[in-house]
């Protein structure tokens, strides 16, 4: 297949959540928006084949250079085609085990939609129709079909409600896609639905008045103090001393194979020496969310590392005086879903920077302008990203290279401080 690729602009990149029942992560169905070409009078002459285009980069551009595994996490990737991509091949440039095919429900089924499912599901493709509502001309593809995508924030609740039930029959997984709360996750799943996707993970449910348990108080005072800019080893190695599972993992990290010492390492001080008080912070970050979380709501914390590392590379990119503080910001701006309480709770127990803190309670200032520009971003708001990152002084190519790169660094990290 050959699809022209000139006058090539940026192509923005982001993931949207899969998670089943129990809030594991299923997959990500990747979500793509492509630049105009041009302003002329041809610029959306063929909106058909703008789609083709953007869909062909996004299989191009964004997974080739981004890394499918990266993207996902080494779990599958839900990628839309187009009917003209779909029929022409363009599947073929995806592996069938970490690939589910995604088509719009009003794809026009004509014969060769019909023999090219029928073929993709023999060569062990998985094909999901998105935004299905009964009666569509999409249900001759139920046979070929594995998961069936229905908007619930949008169709009637009677209707979406009763689908589980009318498709019993084709064996196909049924997924509620634009979840935004708590409440609508319970009603889909209480219907029957399997998996469900959207943002409400995000979002917390109920709010503990209680203290926090020493525990996480004190992995609280850890994120704000290894994230201050001033930071020194001697302190650094106080604070890791304090920590016997993370003072043992820092001893398990440095002398692992990757670091080929010929001698054991026992000096908590050289060890932080060998590793840098950069890897040491980013890998204390991991943890210390994940003590937080105390095994639950595992996404929220991935994406409060990819938020973190995208305003650090934004502050670097204005030459703010404290990136780390911008690193701080992302990272806690999910802390209100991670412990269940308000976030002015939360903040009030930490040693934040002023502006840091009231970015995080949504005042108006240049942190919260940051942050904004991410979130939009990671939910694929394109044009609030856009708007966002202008009023913070940044170009519109910036923002998707830098969630590119964070995605990177999220998965790098993860795999580092799970071997460690």
Same mark, same amino acid.
């Given at each position: 297949?050959?699809?022209?690729?000139?006058?090539?602009?940026?192509?923005?990149?982001?993931?949207?959540?899969?998670?089943?029942?129990?809030?594991?992560?299923?997959?990500?169905? $990747?979500?793509?928006?492509?630049?105009?070409?041009?302003?002329?009078?041809?610029?959306?002459?063929?909106?058909?084949?703008?789609?083709?285009?953007?869909?062909?980069?996004?299989?191009?551009?964004?997974?080739?250079?981004?890394?499918?595994?990266?993207?996902?996490?080494?779990?599958?990737?839900?990628?839309?085609?187009?009917?003209?991509?779909?029929?022409?091949?363009?599947?073929?440039? =995806?592996?069938?085990?970490?690939?589910?095919?995604?088509?719009? #429900?009003?794809?026009?089924?004509?014969?060769?939609?019909?023999?090219?499912?029928?073929?993709?599901?023999?060569?062990?493709?998985?094909?999901?129709?998105?935004?299905?509502?009964?009666?569509?001309?999409?249900?001759?593809?139920?046979? @070929?079909?594995?998961?069936?995508?229905?908007?619930?924030?949008? #169709?009637?609740?009677?209707?979406?409600?009763?689908?589980?039930?009318?498709?019993?029959?084709?064996?196909?997984? $049924?997924?509620?896609?634009?979840?935004?709360?708590?409440?609508?996750?319970?009603?889909?799943?209480?219907?029957?639905?399997?998996?469900?996707?959207?943002?409400?993970?995000?979002?917390?449910?109920?709010?503990?008045?209680?203290?926090?348990?020493?525990?996480?108080?004190?992995?609280?005072?850890?994120?704000?103090?290894?994230?201050?800019?001033?930071?020194?080893?001697?302190?650094?190695?106080?604070?890791?001393?304090? &920590?016997?599972?993370?003072?043992?993992?820092?001893?398990?990290?440095?002398?692992?194979?990757?670091?080929?010492?010929?001698?054991?390492?026992?000096?908590?001080?050289?060890?932080?020496?060998?590793?840098?008080?950069?890897?040491?912070?980013? @890998?204390?970050?991991? @943890?210390?969310?994940?003590?937080?979380?105390?095994?639950?709501?595992?996404?929220?914390?991935?994406?409060?590392?990819?938020?973190?590392?995208?305003?650090?590379?934004?502050?670097?990119?204005? &030459?703010?005086?404290?990136?780390?503080?911008?690193?701080?910001?992302?990272?806690?701006? $999910?802390?209100?879903?991670?412990?269940?309480?308000?976030?002015?709770?939360?903040?009030?127990?930490?040693?934040?920077?002023?502006?840091?803190?009231?970015?995080? =309670?949504?005042?108006?200032?240049?942190?919260?302008?940051?942050?904004?520009?991410?979130?939009?971003?990671?939910?694929?708001?394109?044009?609030?990203?856009?708007?966002?990152?202008?009023?913070?002084?940044?170009?519109?190519?910036?923002?998707?290279?830098?969630?590119?790169?964070?995605?990177?660094?999220?998965?790098?990290?993860?795999?580092?401080?799970?071997?460690?």
């Amino acid at each position: 297949m050959a699809i022209g690729l000139d006058a090539r602009k940026a192509v923005s990149i982001a993931r949207q959540p899969i998670l089943d029942p129990s809030g594991h992560i299923f997959g990500y169905e $990747l979500l793509y928006h492509r630049e105009p070409a041009d302003t002329g009078a041809d610029a959306d002459a063929d909106e058909d084949a703008s789609g083709d285009l953007a869909g062909a980069r996004v299989l191009t551009d964004g997974i080739l250079a981004v890394g499918l595994d990266a993207l996902t996490s080494g779990l599958r990737a839900f990628v839309t085609l187009t009917h003209h991509l779909l029929v022409e091949g363009a599947a073929s440039l =995806l592996p069938p085990e970490s690939t589910v095919l995604e088509l719009a #429900a009003d794809i026009n089924v004509d014969d060769a939609v019909i023999d090219t499912c029928r073929r993709l599901r023999d060569q062990g493709y998985a094909i999901a129709l998105d935004n299905f509502r009964a009666g569509q001309e999409a249900h001759p593809l139920l046979p @070929w079909v594995a998961f069936v995508k229905v908007d619930v924030q949008h #169709a009637p609740a009677a209707e979406w409600s009763a689908l589980p039930g009318r498709l019993k029959a084709f064996k196909v997984k $049924l997924v509620a896609e634009h979840v935004e709360t708590p409440e609508v996750a319970a009603a889909a799943r209480a219907a029957g639905y399997h998996l469900f996707q959207g943002f409400y993970f995000c979002q917390p449910t109920t709010f503990a008045r209680t203290p926090l348990p020493a525990r996480r108080l004190a992995y609280l005072t850890l994120l704000s103090a290894l994230n201050r800019d001033d930071l020194s080893l001697d302190e650094v190695e106080n604070l890791v001393k304090h &920590d016997v599972s993370l003072s043992y993992r820092v001893l398990r990290s440095v002398n692992s194979a990757a670091f080929g010492l010929r001698e054991e390492v026992t000096s908590m001080r050289r060890a932080l020496m060998l590793l840098g008080l950069i890897q040491i912070r980013r @890998w204390a970050s991991v @943890w210390s969310l994940a003590g937080l979380s105390e095994g639950g709501m595992p996404e929220a914390v991935s994406v409060a590392l990819i938020r973190a590392r995208c305003c650090e590379l934004l502050s670097e990119q204005m &030459d703010a005086p404290e990136s780390g503080s911008y690193f701080l910001l992302g990272l806690c701006s $999910l802390l209100d879903v991670i412990l269940q309480r308000p976030m002015a709770d939360v903040v009030a127990d930490m040693p934040l920077p002023v502006a840091i803190k009231e970015a995080l =309670l949504g005042g108006s200032n240049e942190a919260r302008v940051v942050l904004d520009a991410v979130i939009a971003h990671e939910r694929g708001a394109w044009t609030d990203a856009q708007t966002a990152a202008s009023r913070a002084g940044y170009p519109d190519a910036a923002l998707p290279k830098i969630y590119a790169e964070a995605l990177r660094w999220t998965r790098e990290i993860s795999l580092q401080a799970k071997a460690a």
